[in-house]
């Protein structure tokens, strides 16, 4: 099956339009196929002046067919996919802009479905950055393992690496450092602010602007420095695909030892460990498709 | 597709696993493909048999048709390799490039596009394709930056450049063919044999038809004098060889920087 409607406790005070969307797993039957019958519902994502593939007008009160509403949480769907590639946090506003238009009454519906299709169809889970951030990333419940890299051949991970030597040294400095402590570590690596790397292009831009815009890092101007010195900290992303356990891990691993070699901060993993264990307090859960939203995994 | 009579399958991480690599990847070669099946089953199950690539993927398939999404397999166009794509059926292709791309260089794209589809070769040389960057919507784009945003697209695999002239990448193909159906229905050659859209191929000389060169290399397999199918004058081009992977094969690790360096017809 392709989703169960898994107990979608639903308010009694929903539309009948609602309902019959929420049977969700058997709309299929009413689609009668193949996809060059399917009219699309919107202009698709910034491909407008292309445009309206048989651009029938979506009704913007009464009932929607089935096989709308569900060309709908595919647009969903893919839109979601593709933003994600950028690992630029999806803001709610670009989703009602790009997407879902005239269906904004049962947005939050749409984007459960969407959410129950992605994570059942492409293991990934849609989760909200920071509770009322409204803004979404998708958070991989697959491990990664070595052999992907291999396999994915081209860009993106190479840059993985040093993002979590990066966040390592974040958690092992206490969760706060100074950018000159940054670049004085990365230093002896090879890595230097303000020279083109091999492979990280331009270092300073990686670290400061690409890292802190896909919300892995926090990065601010401490104050009362003079020249001004900048603090990193952990991103929201960073809590939502990894842990302090696993970056503890990295380090152990980059340093050939054991975690239990750095009490301090495995007490502080520990901790988080439990923490994150614990179920969720009532508003706190950022996820918007499964209750264990916030368990990501890796570093994607 | 048989419509919805068709079981859905059952998605397991292998699948999945599949999938996002996939994705990543937009179009690969089907050894790649078989490889990457082959690594996902080894890492999420050792002991599973590894099922045969075409049910594997009629099963992701039948569970990805829900969401207008498909991977679908085709054939490059000048050597015939079978390759398999992720294409989307719910949204324009073009928006599918929208999020690495800019509007000036979609547009940019567009152009390209309709050159190549306008052509008697399936090429643009590139000169004719930067002539046109003042005609660009969006911001203003210089002929240096142009060259630079082309090469953007032979790398994520939207064109191919074979000497100064781009063609569209097989991955293009596969995405835009009903798109570019739509759009451009006049302008757009079909293939005599498969029916499908031909951007660079083989045409008789005498009545016009088109055909793919791997089309010309099935259909005039076995004859010793080809002659067109539609007007049965002498065909008038050399007949490529049909794509065999065992060769390929052998081909690829004798000489790793496989580049094919097939003469170009038309």
Redesign the interface.
């Known amino acids: 099956?392709?989703q169960k409607p898994r107990g979608r406790g639903r308010p009694s005070g929903q539309s009948e339009r609602e309902k019959d969307w929420g049977r969700g797993g058997d709309?299929?039957?009413?689609?009668?196929?193949?996809?060059?019958e399917?009219p699309?519902t919107?202009?698709?994502?910034?491909?407008s002046?292309?445009?309206a593939?048989r651009a029938e007008a979506s009704p913007a009160v009464g009932p929607r067919s089935q096989q709308q509403l569900?060309?709908k949480?595919?647009?969903l769907?893919?839109?979601l996919?593709?933003?994600d590639?950028?690992k630029i946090p999806i803001k709610r506003s670009d989703i009602l802009k790009h997407v879902i238009g005239d269906y904004r009454d049962i947005f939050p519906n749409l984007l459960k479905l969407a959410a129950e299709?992605l994570e059942?169809?492409?293991?990934?889970k849609l989760v909200e950055l920071e509770p009322k951030s409204n803004s979404y990333i998708l958070i991989?419940?697959?491990e990664p393992?070595e052999?992907?890299a291999e396999?994915?051949?081209?860009q993106?991970t190479p840059t993985t690496g040093l993002l979590m030597i990066v966040l390592g040294l974040i958690f092992m400095k206490g969760n706060t450092i100074k950018e000159t402590e940054v670049w004085d570590f990365l230093r002896r690596l090879g890595v230097f602010p303000a020279k083109k790397h091999l492979i990280f292009g331009d270092p300073k831009k990686l670290i400061t602007e690409d890292f802190v815009r896909q919300r892995y890092l926090e990065y601010r101007p401490i104050p009362h420095t003079d020249p001004v010195d900048y603090e990193f900290q952990w991103g929201p992303r960073t809590n939502l695909e990894t842990s302090k356990m696993k970056v503890l891990k990295f380090v152990a691993k980059v340093h050939k030892q054991d975690p239990k070699d750095w009490p301090a901060q495995y007490c502080e993993a520990l901790a988080d460990e439990e923490a994150r264990a614990r179920p969720q307090t009532v508003g706190a859960a950022p996820s918007v498709g499964t209750a264990e939203g916030r368990r990501g995994k890796g570093t994607g | 597709?048989?419509?919805?009579t068709r079981r859905?399958g059952?998605?397991t991480?292998v699948h999945?696993?599949f999938?996002?690599?996939l994705?990543?990847?937009g179009v690969l070669e089907e050894g790649d493909v078989k490889?990457?099946q082959k690594?996902c089953y080894k890492?999420h199950d050792c002991n599973a048999p590894v099922e045969k690539l075409e049910d594997f993927i009629n099963n992701i398939n039948s569970?990805?048709?829900?969401?207008?999404?498909?991977i679908k397999k085709g054939v490059t166009e000048d050597d015939g390799r079978p390759i398999y794509a992720l294409v989307?059926?719910?949204?324009?292709p073009?928006?599918?490039m929208?999020?690495?791309f800019a509007?000036n260089e979609?547009d940019l794209f567009?152009k390209a596009l309709e050159l190549i589809i306008d052509s008697e070769t399936g090429f643009a040389s590139s000169t004719n394709i930067l002539n046109l960057v003042d005609q660009l919507?969006g911001k203003k784009m210089r002929k240096k930056e142009a060259e630079h945003v082309l090469q953007k697209f032979v790398q994520n695999k939207w064109l191919i450049e074979k000497e100064g002239d781009f063609t569209l990448h097989s991955r293009a193909i596969l995405e835009m063919e009903?798109?570019i159906r739509?759009?451009h229905p006049e302008a757009m050659k079909i293939c005599n044999i498969c029916h499908s859209l031909l951007i660079q191929g083989q045409s008789c000389d005498t009545c016009g038809i088109r055909m793919h060169l791997p089309c010309v290399a099935k259909y005039f397999q076995a004859s010793s004098e080809p002659r067109c199918p539609n007007c049965n004058d002498y065909w008038p081009h050399e007949i490529p060889e049909v794509f065999d992977p065992e060769k390929h094969r052998e081909a690829a690790i004798s000489r790793p920087s496989k580049k094919p360096s097939r003469s170009r017809q038309h």
């Open positions: 099956m392709l709309c299929r039957a009413a689609r009668g196929g193949v996809a060059e399917a699309s919107s202009r698709g994502v910034g491909g002046s292309q445009g593939r569900e060309l949480v595919a647009e769907v893919q839109f996919l593709i933003k590639q950028k299709r059942y169809v492409f293991g990934y991989n419940s697959l393992v052999e992907d396999l994915r051949g081209d993106g | 597709m048989q419509g919805g859905v059952t998605m991480d999945r696993r999938l996002q690599l994705m990543t990847h490889r990457l690594h890492v569970v990805l048709e829900s969401l207008y999404i498909e989307n059926l719910a949204t324009t073009i928006s599918k929208a999020s690495d509007e979609l567009r919507k009903q798109y739509e759009t």
